[in-house]
């Protein structure tokens, strides 16, 4: 069995190795799954934003459904002091920056939200297991992030591969998601 390093370094070539058009056809597709899940009847809806650098799902087609049915969108800045992400509102005047990081965060005047208000989380992953274990980069900011969030909260990870065939040895602090999507289908996790 491998463990999450290996895991993690693999599943980054992996990525890597997609061209532009595969992430491009591949998101559309993830998108388009997004659509077969019974969620639509939540108000607050958490979403990251794309890194490039890292060739993550483009996550633009999942905000697009979301402002088509004008739902209420969160986005995250990252404190890599505290390893944390604080949440703001995506409106029609937030300012998006690209940190240090690569990553596309709020810049500038943005409304805060508080984490037990979000009902839906979208979750960039690497690697997903059989239960719904993900392995992300590493920092754990999105598994403080989920501790945080009402137990009702639908957690759903975002991946172009299918999960693995096999359950990774977990923390406990490890967090689980609820659902994930890829542009073959959607995947259930009892958890």
């Known amino acids: 069995m491998k463990d999450k390093l290996s895991l993690r370094k693999e599943y980054k070539e992996k990525r890597a190795n997609l061209s532009e058009e595969e992430v491009h056809d591949l998101s559309i597709q993830i998108a388009n799954n997004l659509l077969k899940l019974n969620i639509w009847d939540k108000n607050l809806y958490h979403l990251f934003l794309t890194i490039n650098s890292q060739n993550e799902v483009q996550t633009e087609y999942i905000l697009r459904i979301l402002q088509g049915r004008d739902k209420d969108i969160a986005i995250s800045k990252s404190d890599f002091e505290t390893n ?66 009402r137990p009702d909260c639908v957690k759903i990870g975002i991946s172009f591969f299918p999960p693995l065939d096999f359950q990774i040895v977990t923390d406990d602090f490890d967090i689980p998601v609820n659902h994930l999507i890829t542009p073959e289908g959607v995947y259930h996790f009892s958890t």
Request: glycine share 10%; net charge negative.
């Open 84 to 149: 944390e992400l604080r949440h703001f509102l995506l409106t029609d005047n937030t300012v998006i920056k690209v940190n240090p990081y690569g990553i596309p965060e709020p810049s500038g005047k943005a409304l805060e939200v508080s984490v037990t208000d979000i009902d839906v989380v979208f979750i960039p992953l690497l690697a997903i297991d059989v239960a719904g274990n993900r392995i992300g980069y590493g920092k754990g900011f999105y598994d403080r992030f989920l501790a945080q969030c």
